[in-house]
């Protein structure tokens, strides 16, 4: 080291000088080497003073050069990739210079202060004081993934991912702290930002019926490979630049952008094979038609009503064959689906320019046949220095998505489209029905797909005679989505004053940046698969498309002042930002076109037409300053102002102010005694304010819109009342976090507790009087919610390290608790359900003080096991031994224990719903019915027997994980869980209810049949009505705690050493396996449910998330 | 070099400039945008189309599925009229009111659709003076003929309301911010009523008395003088102003009148009933009514015309005042089907609708002699019995197809032909709210209602002559109906001597002149409210009951059961509104021992 600081010396005096030796230079020349000897290619330029090139030669092969000069104020310059730069003066014609490795002299520099790479002010990383959490994707490099969210699960505290489903394609539930708004449209996701723009994409009139499951997939238009890092914004002081945006949190993204160095090239292939959970095992055909007969046979007690020709196995039954089979109908519509994901990154650059170009091609089947989805996906960033002050940067990113989904459908129509799944219509299909057609006389498949025909019996006319048979619907009826996401952005970044930390520095940063989405929608429904009578039309198809145009620029001024005294470091930032855009749709409906012909544009008639236009516009200006006093004393403070067109002009502009503040304890001098062992000691206070606003626009002026004519009149009506005081809705929160560092940052653990209070809530749809003219108004404030919660993160680096093995491990837990404090009475009332005493019916209860998603049901005790009739012959001592045996019959019990009996001695028998006027269900529970306990003992199962079975808000969440790294392999793992939540398995329910011609589960084979039999299973009994046996009680509320293996990869490098002659870089393997295995009691497919809005989480059968297994290769030319 | 500089340094400042202009200008202008797909009130209320265009939305308000279904539901359907048709199962409320188990989660509680409209009618008072000051085109008196037109269409909406539940908030305030009161209590029955005749009294002479030729569907489809007197006739009979209902039924048949002359003066179309046919005349005791054969021994000519078809528009303007006309394309011009009679009473595809003529309607219908409902005195069928009823199919016929044709010729009972059913979603028959029958019925029954109760000689003299007008009125009615070319009276003066006699017999007339015309059990409420008893009503509505019969008596001895209870939704958020004490809320409220 000092032999080489020796040699610096040494040129530099030399140059020194040779400066008197020369008068005007008009030309230099000299030879350029490194210690291996004399460099070709090396670059010497002559730069003037904003550090612009003026003239520029390269050296030859013997690394001279020959330059000439424009003038001797300029200096020269000679650069090599890889060795330190270096810059002269122009004072003499003959330079011998010698290079050193830049990765050498590196060592020699003292001190570099990570940055913030996030929207805000580039704050040293060490003085960040809001709560914030990074994740850097180069951590999961290998995994294949489809989305980023899927990296984030369990990564990052307080951040709860829930899959929707396991369909291609489908979004995720993000909940960043607790939800933080309670209307159903507006989106609760965190805000996604991409280099620091936000996505604006609004095609919210679209599509909404299947808006569920369908939600706009946000971050499947962002391929995981081109993005570097993720930051979690999770406090109003982190989230304050971002305004009323950012009131759910953000999540950051920075993509990768091209570095300095030769061009290198990067191909990465994932492939990838999934496979669907199976569940519950469902019903054989066999016994399946046993139940059936059973539950026709029940409710009548008359062989009449269970002689049905499809469950008979009369071979003289004309459709015989059809109904002798075994089908297992989810086998035949899963599959093992298989992804390959192919990803090349070219990049590189030079002093002036770098540049990064990615281009990935992925192809997915799904674990449901028929599925597919194909994304092609580009990034292109470009950063050109115009001067060592001006640098252009330019990004322009686009996707292509195809996703060919499976037809859904509505479980009213069955033929229209809706929300079901094609996998819960396999669960509903009678399973003694064959796929194909048979033979009638070899009982053998055709080719042809068999549908119930619409002379079967009748009692199939309300379900399995309107199903279509799923494997057909696969294959014969189209859902195809398109869409085409392009964002090009310019940016120009100039620096106005000095250029370092010495000098006041004003720097400028304008962008435009624009984001251009289209999304095209095409359905087809064949006439092969109509079930029911032709009326509604035959081949019906869907055609709609829809686009969406957003503009958006951000002027950016940021001033770092240079203090005299080091002690005192600040910055400022004022920025303007303005964004607009407009989307615009159509879609058109069409039935009746000949058969072959998919599209609307082939005739057949226009059944429905629709178009809809859109249009926001908003302005920003943000204030942001930091202040540093010795490193140690930080305080921070940001004004963001939000104008926007959702408000009336009085409530225009939000004001959203923050505050926040660091006190690195560690740095104390006192405190210098611990070191290294408490490295870092620091606690964060914060304090914000963000605003929300309606998604719809207008509301603050009266509208008036067309009507129905009449006679030869064109009319029109008023279409609303205006909202004259519509306010934003305020969320205040306060955050304390404590950094700590242990053993030289080796250990660090990251607290923090929040609590966020949420006032003036804008609560949707708000009921007013109808004497009015009207019966809502879309919105008003109204309310007050809080969330409170903790989070818990630890991270290590390097934390053990004994020769080649390292270990790390992560881990982060956290728990939110939400509470409304204050609601208005009649909302209240509102959403409070009325119990309808139907079964599988869940109640909805928000009340004051109460978390929302809180599960009531009635208590299930099993199955009775004696008739009434049975028990009301027996003598008073026969009762008394029947009951002490602990057997079961229906009868109305005191609150001691002792049965109740009517004025003529008979015991009076337990009823559901009983009232005397007619309104009530009387039943009369039997043998074989559930047993839900009385709680009141009345004698009577009602609404007042219902009681709290818990919450669907878990108590605990997170994930950990660990990574050891030995030599040249790596192997990481992650966890995440859920722990102490409740849902309501209502595809178990549906599952068990025998109440119709539904398959079910093998679970009822355990049924009571007999009486005596002792199970908990209650009777088959056909008809909705007929029973209430599936009432929603504690026997279909489960935990839903889980522990899941989010991941397990293993990944090997080839080492440079061996590749160099076929002239790679590197090579790596990896092999990872994504959801191998859930550890949980839930007997559902997979516990990933969440709670919507006010209801409780319930499990409606949807796609599980798939379990994969990947092999992947990195290759660096 | 420096030049340069200075250029860049310039194009920087313009451009700065320029980004500061934007943010300085543009930050009121940039955040105010408007709706493409509607006008917002600045820019609306400014001429004379913007006023008509309110109007006619109050109109296609009125004659939407919605509300049409209620003055179906809320007019008829609880009374013996009505029974269940198919499909019921598919409108659970609506089997509810056929049981009549009706609580306040019923959807057929819920007013909405008519408040929507007396807020479109508000709104025009609002704003229509505003748009004559401005539009120098519209005149005081258009603006007159408007007021007076939306007073009359809201109070159509209210006197529906006050039949239905009595009590209900009466605003005549239009409703556009969100801060203005809104949970407006309950104003009482007559008080209602009372404001409803002062503002129809106050603007019956500005409105329209008769609409250009060049819109002979103006003349019904929209509101008339004759409409408002016809409404104010009504009103004073449920008031029980006996004299000012008989004065006003007065003028609406002197007003028919004068059309039939015009008409007949014009055309000479024999269902005009011309003048040359003394028969016609002595027929209809002079009152202009179509007639209801064409052909000897042919009958149905009246239903086709009255109901269901548009091309006879100046015919049945002498007998039809103000009705809702519906459009059979509902796609060709975008006005709208009407849907109400299209799923309730039938169309071709399901030609029973959800409802069906009650077992009791049909019972009397099959019986050879002796009906209660259609009496068959002197054996002469009465043509609405086929007209109203398809009794074979067991469905109702009234409004579903598009002619009957009964044919008498033969010496055994008439044989009759339906004419086909309008095909689904697009029934275009015109709902009627008044028509010359009705008025003539009501004049009818407030003449009865002046008759003395004595047997005294003194009495009797007093009311014969009365007896005798309220006779004329009814016999003309049914006299249309008979199934007899040669005219013999069906009914005989000679039977209807005492008050009570003659009062039932105007009644029962009402109930198959305008059965299924949304009018029964509103005559059944008037009843018991001018009795004080829900005698009348109970034993109408038990008639048609087969089990429970016991519990549905008792609940409509109450008084207030015979209204309608509030939707439970109104209460949560009217607290102002007290709910009739005769109904069950629908919340899990009350709940009883099993033991």
Request: with cysteine; net charge neutral.
């Amino acid at each position: 080291m000092r032999i080489l600081k020796s040699i610096i010396l040494t040129l530099t005096l030399m140059a020194t000088t040779a400066l008197f030796a020369q008068e005007p230079i008009t030309s230099v020349h000299g030879t350029v080497s490194d210690e291996m000897g004399p460099l070709m290619g090396a670059t010497v330029c002559e730069i003037d003073g904003n550090g612009r090139i003026i003239e520029s030669v390269i050296t030859d092969l013997n690394g001279n050069f020959t330059m000439k000069v424009k003038n001797t104020k300029d200096r020269i310059r000679f650069s090599f990739v890889g060795l330190k730069t270096q810059t002269l003066p122009i004072n003499k014609t003959t330079y011998k210079i010698m290079m050193a490795s830049a990765t050498m002299i590196k060592e020699v520099t003292i001190k570099s202060k990570r940055r913030v790479t996030g929207n805000g002010l580039p704050i040293p990383q060490r003085e960040v004081s809001s709560a914030t959490q990074t994740f850097s994707m180069k951590s999961v490099e290998g995994m294949s993934f489809t989305t980023v969210d899927e990296a984030l699960q369990g990564q990052i505290a307080g951040l709860d991912i829930i899959g929707n489903s396991g369909d291609l394609g489908s979004g995720s539930t993000m909940r960043l702290r607790g939800a933080s708004s309670l209307s159903t449209l507006t989106n609760a996701n965190p805000l996604i930002v991409v280099d620091g723009n936000v996505r604006e994409v609004n095609l919210s009139n679209f599509d909404l019926a299947s808006a569920n499951n369908e939600k706009f997939a946000e971050l499947l238009n962002i391929n995981p490979e081109d993005i570097a890092d993720i930051r979690v914004l999770k406090d109003a002081a982190a989230t304050a630049i971002y305004g009323s945006q950012g009131g759910n949190g953000v999540i950051e993204l920075t993509t990768k952008r091209g570095t300095r160095g030769a061009p290198k090239l990067t191909y990465s292939l994932k492939l990838t094979g999934t496979y669907q959970p199976k569940g519950y095992d469902m019903l054989s055909g066999d016994d399946y038609t046993m139940l059936l007969k059973e539950s026709y046979f029940n409710p009548q007690q008359n062989d009449v009503t269970s002689d049905i020709n499809e469950l008979n196995y009369d071979p003289t039954f004309s459709e015989y064959e059809q109904y002798n089979n075994n089908t297992d109908w989810r086998d035949a519509v899963t599959q093992w689906g298989l992804r390959q994901n192919h990803y090349v990154t070219i990049s590189g650059g030079g002093e002036k320019a770098s540049f990064r170009i990615g281009g990935g091609f992925d192809h997915e089947t799904g674990t449901i046949i028929k599925q597919k989805l194909q994304r092609f996906s580009t990034r292109v960033a470009l950063d050109y220095n115009v001067s060592e002050r001006i640098r252009v940067s330019t990004n322009f990113a686009l996707t292509y998505t195809k996703n060919d989904k499976n037809w859904q459908f509505n479980t009213n129509d069955w033929t229209s489209y809706g929300t079901e799944g094609l996998l819960s219509l396999a669960l509903r299909k009678m399973p003694n029905m064959g796929i194909y057609e048979q033979d009638p006389l070899t009982g053998e498949d055709t080719s042809a797909y068999y549908t119930m025909l619409q002379n079967g019996s009748s009692a199939f006319d309300g379900d399995q005679k309107k199903y279509p048979n799923p494997v057909a619907v696969a294959n014969l009826a189209t859902v195809k989505q398109t869409t085409y996401d392009m964002s090009p952005e310019l940016i120009i970044q100039y620096q106005l004053l000095g250029m370092d930390e010495d000098h006041w520095q004003l720097n400028w940063r304008g962008s435009v940046y624009m984001s251009i989405f289209n999304e095209y929608n095409n359905r087809f429904y064949p006439q092969e698969l109509r079930t029911v009578s032709w009326n509604s039309g035959v081949n019906t198809a869907y055609d709609g498309s829809s686009k969406s145009v957003s503009f958006n620029t951000k002027q950016t001024l940021t001033l770092i002042p240079a203090f005299n005294n080091k002690d005192h470091s600040a910055m400022l930032l004022g920025r303007f930002e303005l964004t607009s855009g407009s989307s615009t749709g159509q879609s058109e409906d069409k039935s009746g076109a000949p058969s072959g012909i998919t599209a609307t544009q082939g005739g057949g008639q226009i059944t429905g037409l629709s178009s809809w236009y859109n249009q926001w516009r908003s302005m920003y200006y943000t204030v942001s300053a930091h202040y540093a006093y010795k490193g140690r004393y930080i305080a921070d403070f940001t004004l963001r102002a939000d104008g926007t067109t959702k408000f009336g002009p009085s409530n225009r502009w939000g004001y959203f102010p923050s505050a926040s503040a660091k006190w690195i304890i560690s740095d104390e001098p006192w405190m210098e005694k611990l070191h290294p062992t408490l490295s870092m000691l620091a606690i964060r206070p914060s304090w914000g304010r963000v605003g929300s606003q309606p998604n719809q626009d207008y509301l603050y002026t009266s509208k008036y819109g067309s009507a129905d004519r009449y006679i030869d009149m064109s009319a029109m009506k008023p279409q609303n009342i205006r909202l004259a005081n519509l306010k934003w809705q305020i969320n205040t929160s306060y955050n304390l976090g404590v950094d700590l560092g242990f053993f030289d940052d080796r250990l660090n653990i990251v607290v923090e507790a929040y609590q966020s209070t949420i006032t003036d809530m804008l609560m949707q749809n708000y009921r007013i009087p109808s004497n009015t003219g009207f019966s809502t108004v879309p919105y008003r404030n109204s309310g007050k919610m809080r969330n409170t919660g903790w989070e818990f993160h630890i991270s290590t680096n390097r934390l053990i390290e004994k020769g080649k093995f390292v270990l790390d491990l992560n881990a982060n837990f956290g728990n939110n608790r939400n509470e409304i404090l204050e609601m208005d009475e009649y909302i209240l009332s509102n959403l409070n359900s009325t119990f309808g005493y139907n079964n599988g019916e869940t109640l909805r209860r928000v009340q004051i003080h109460n978390p929302l998603g809180a599960i009531y049901g009635f208590r299930y005790k099993g199955v009775y096991q004696y008739n009434y009739s049975t028990f009301n012959r027996m003598t008073d001592d026969e009762r008394k031994a029947f009951l002490e045996a602990g057997k079961t019959a229906p009868v109305a019990m005191n609150q001691d224990g002792s049965l109740v009996v009517d004025g003529s001695g008979n015991p009076v028998r337990m009823v559901y719903n009983y009232t005397n006027d007619a309104s009530g269900r009387n039943y009369r529970f039997n043998g074989g019915d559930a047993i839900y306990e009385d709680v009141n003992y009345d004698g009577q199962i009602n609404a007042l027997d219902i009681v709290y079975l818990g919450s669907s808000l878990p108590k605990l969440t997170g994930g950990f994980g660990l990574t050891i790294n030995y030599g040249d392999w790596r192997l990481m793992t992650q966890f995440n869980y859920r722990f102490g939540n409740k849902i309501i398995n209502m595809a178990r329910l549906r599952a068990e209810a025998m109440t119709s011609n539904d398959n079910q589960s093998q679970a009822v084979n355990y049924r009571w049949r007999k009486e005596g039999d002792e199970t908990t299973i209650p009777r088959a009994m056909y008809g909705s009505s007929s029973n209430y046996n599936t009432l929603v009680s504690d026997r279909f509320v489960e935990d839903g705690s889980y522990l899941r293996m989010g991941y397990v990869q293993l990944s090997y490098t080839l080492r440079k050493q061996y590749l160099q002659w076929i002239g790679l870089n590197r090579v790596s393997f990896y092999f990872s396996a994504n959801n191998p295995f859930v550890l949980t009691k839930y007997t559902g497919v997979d516990p990933d449910i969440s709670a919507g809005g006010y209801d409780p989480a319930v499990d409606w059968s949807q796609t599980p998330r798939s379990r994969s297994y990947t092999l992947g290769i990195t290759v660096d030319f | 070099m420096k030049k340069k500089i200075y250029k860049i340094k310039r194009i920087g400042l313009v451009g700065f400039m320029g980004l500061m202009g934007l943010m300085g200008t543009g930050c009121s202008d940039f955040l105010e945008i408007e709706p493409l797909n509607e006008i917002i009130l600045e820019k609306f209320w400014t001429e004379k189309a913007d006023v008509e265009g309110i109007i006619a939305g109050c109109y296609s308000g009125l004659q939407s599925e919605a509300v049409v279904k209620r003055m179906m539901i809320w007019g008829e359907f609880r009374s013996e009229n009505i029974g269940v048709g198919q499909n019921i199962d598919r409108d659970a409320d609506l089997e509810k009111v056929l049981k009549e188990n009706i609580n306040a989660k019923n959807g057929y509680t819920k007013w909405d659709a008519f408040y929507s409209i007396i807020n479109r009618c508000n709104t025009v008072l609002k704003y229509a003076p505003e748009v004559a000051a401005s539009d120098p085109a519209y005149t005081q008196s258009e603006l007159s003929a408007h007021i007076a037109e939306v007073t009359a269409l809201r109070s159509l909406c209210y006197f529906y309301l006050i039949r239905t539940f009595r009590d209900v908030p009466y605003t005549t305030v239009a409703f556009t911010d969100d801060d203005m009161k809104m949970d407006i209590p309950a104003s009482p029955f007559n008080a209602v009523l009372d404001s409803l005749i002062n503002s129809l009294e106050s603007v019956k002479a500005m409105a329209v008395r008769r609409y250009p030729t060049t819109d002979p569907l103006y003349q019904t489809g929209r509101i008339t003088q004759d409409a408002i007197y016809a409404m104010l006739c009504e009103m004073y009979l449920w008031k029980k102003d006996y004299q000012n209902c008989i004065r006003y039924a007065d003028m609406v048949i002197e007003s028919k009148k004068e059309i039939a002359e015009t008409n007949r003066a014009s055309a000479s179309d024999r269902r005009s009933g011309s003048a040359s046919s003394t028969q016609t005349e002595e027929r209809f005791n002079g009152y202009p009514l179509l007639s209801g054969s064409s052909t000897t021994n042919y009958f149905g000519e009246a239903y086709e015309t009255l109901f269901t078809d548009d091309d006879y528009a100046k015919l049945y303007n002498q007998e039809i005042i103000f009705q809702l006309i519906f459009d059979d394309n509902p796609r060709g011009n975008s006005m709208i089907a009407n849907g109400a009679v299209n799923t309730f009473y039938g169309n071709a595809t399901s030609r029973v609708g959800l409802v069906a003529p009650s077992d009791y309607v049909l019972e009397d219908i099959a019986k050879s002699s002796g009906r209660n409902i259609f009496a068959d005195r002197n054996k002469k069928v009465d043509a609405r019995m086929y007209e109203n009823c398809d009794a074979d199919r067991k469905a109702i016929n009234k409004f579903v197809t598009q002619m009957v044709t009964i044919n008498a010729t033969q010496s055994t009972n008439p044989t009759v032909s339906y004419g086909s059913a309008y095909t689904e979603g697009q029934n275009s028959s015109n709902w009627v709210i008044y028509r010359l029958t009705d008025i003539m019925l009501m004049k009818a029954e407030a003449l009865v209602q002046t008759l003395h109760e004595g047997a005294d000689i003194s009495d009797v003299e007093y009311n014969k002559p009365i007896i005798d007008q309220a006779f004329t009125l009814v016999n003309a009615v049914n006299k249309r109906s008979v199934c007899e070319t040669q005219l013999v009276d069906t009914l005989l003066r000679s039977d209807y001597g005492t008050k009570n006699q003659i009062e039932e017999l105007v009644y029962q007339e009402r109930q198959r002149e305008l059965m299924f015309e949304g009018k029964r059990w509103f005559d059944l409420v008037r009843i018991c409210q001018r009795t004080g008893s829900t005698q009348a009503l109970v034993s109408a509505a038990m008639s048609k009951v087969t089990t429970g019969g016991a519990l549905i008596s008792n609940k409509l001895q109450k008084m207030d059961a015979i209204y309608w209870p509030y939707d439970y939704e109104e209460l949560k958020v009217n607290l102002n509104l007290v709910q009739n004490p005769a109904f069950d809320s629908g919340e899990n409220g009350s709940y009883e021992k099993n033991y």
